[in-house]
């Protein structure tokens, strides 16, 4: 694991994040700093749970892959 300061992971999380569309961006956020569920995320946006998972699962790919190639150039 390659260790590195607060700062630099901020930073790369990020541009990770700039890899997602808004919607994707505000699905992540929801379950992940705020720690909504996927039934509450359903709530908060008016979608079905059926929508919202899916699309989070996408989210989350699309994330870790751009992170994974930041840490790789890093």
Do not use: C, G
Request: aromatic share 6%.
């Amino acid at each position: 694991m390659i260790a590195m300061d607060e700062d630099r992971a901020r930073h790369l999380v990020t541009m990770a994040l700039t890899e997602l569309n808004p919607h994707q961006r505000q699905l992540l956020i929801l379950n992940e700093v705020k720690q909504y569920s996927v039934a509450q995320m359903a709530v908060e946006l008016d979608l079905p749970y059926t929508t919202v998972y899916p699309r989070l699962q996408r989210a989350k790919k699309i994330f870790h892959r751009a992170l994974d190639a930041l840490l790789e150039e890093a």
